[in-house]
């Protein structure tokens, strides 16, 4: 696996700031630079010196080419901020956002690997220390393998599960209690590892459905960015009418004691549902539900 080192000792000659509308405003804010958007850094003036730029957001770019967008404390990339690879060298086009610490990558974030070479398309994300996977993370193949554990210097340790991709089957069979809610049934349901919610188990519908606050919170735990939008829908609704809904990718969905990666949601409105559709059903070779025993049964 590729070593990733974050050198940051340069001088910035230039440099000037953009920024996006608030994310919570407007929904389409959601497609500007995610950094941007939740920082609330002022914009670094002047050019770059270590004495200045010490509380604040900006832009510089490093004499290889490279550039950074994103938070300074004390001088160096410390905060939230994306590095792109725009040197022409073997990186050329990988891009990772996430938390820097004294000019390197530290905390959690993502890496994309969109280099031309032989792993165009993977991206790993998760915990980074000093440049280098440290932790958990998880590791997205280009070819639908997805590989979740822990990571030591860049190399794969310990592995905490395999979580399914699209096209993948689950063997395991895990039985979910569901509860009664106005004649529908609803299973607890864990976004992304970070926030859990009673979602509809609804065939019909093709997507899961998330409604537009719990989206905006999920961006704003940094668990959703701009590079998992897809775009817009129109879908039809259950009495006809139809609705203009952001298309986007939910990292990691669990239900039970079973995770699946990679799962096609949309928005809906503040007050919409929260449905369970069939981009996360038919990751499992069967699914069923139990009337008896008031159970989603998954396998």
């Known amino acids: 696996m590729r070593k990733i080192i974050l050198l940051f000792g340069f001088l910035l000659r230039s440099s000037r700031h953009m920024r996006c509308a608030k994310y919570f405003i407007v929904l389409s804010a959601v497609f500007c630079t995610a950094v941007s958007a939740q920082s609330n850094l002022p914009r670094c003036q002047g050019s770059y010196a270590s004495s200045t730029w010490r509380n604040c957001y900006g832009i510089y770019r490093l004499p290889n080419g490279d550039r950074y967008d994103g938070e300074f404390r004390d001088g160096s990339f410390n905060g939230r901020g994306i590095y792109y690879y725009l040197a022409d060298n073997e990186f050329k086009g990988d891009r990772y956002e996430g938390e820097f610490r004294d000019g390197s990558f530290n905390g959690r974030g993502i890496y994309y690997y969109l280099a031309d070479n032989e792993v165009k398309g993977d991206r790993y994300e998760g915990e980074f220390r000093d440049g280098s996977f440290n932790?958990?993370?998880?590791?997205?193949?280009?070819?639908?393998?997805v590989v979740s554990g822990v990571w030591v210097g860049d190399k794969f340790q310990e592995s905490a599960?395999?979580?399914?991709?699209?096209?993948?089957?689950?063997?395991?069979?895990?039985?979910v209690e569901m509860k009664s809610d106005g004649?529908?049934?609803?299973?607890?349901?864990?976004?992304?590892?970070?926030?859990?919610?009673?979602?509809?188990?609804?065939?019909?519908?093709s997507v899961v459905m998330v409604p537009l606050d719990v989206v905006l919170t999920l961006i704003r735990t940094k668990t959703i960015t701009t590079a998992d939008f897809r775009g817009e829908e129109l879908y039809v609704l259950a009495d006809g009418s139809t609705v203009k809904s952001h298309n986007f990718i939910l990292r990691r969905v669990t239900v039970g004691n079973q995770s699946v990666g990679n799962v096609e949601a949309t928005t809906s409105d503040e007050q919409g549902s929260l449905l369970l559709g069939q981009s996360f059903l038919r990751k499992f070779k069967s699914w069923s539900i139990d009337n008896a025993a008031r159970e989603l049964v998954l396998q």
């Open 161 to 175: 599960a395999t979580i399914p991709s699209a096209g993948s089957q689950s063997v395991a069979v895990n039985r």
């Open 135 to 145: 932790g958990r993370g998880i590791y997205y193949y280009a070819d639908g393998r």
């Open 183 to 205: 004649g529908t049934f609803t299973v607890p349901v864990r976004l992304n590892d970070q926030i859990t919610l009673d979602f509809v188990v609804d065939s019909g519908a």
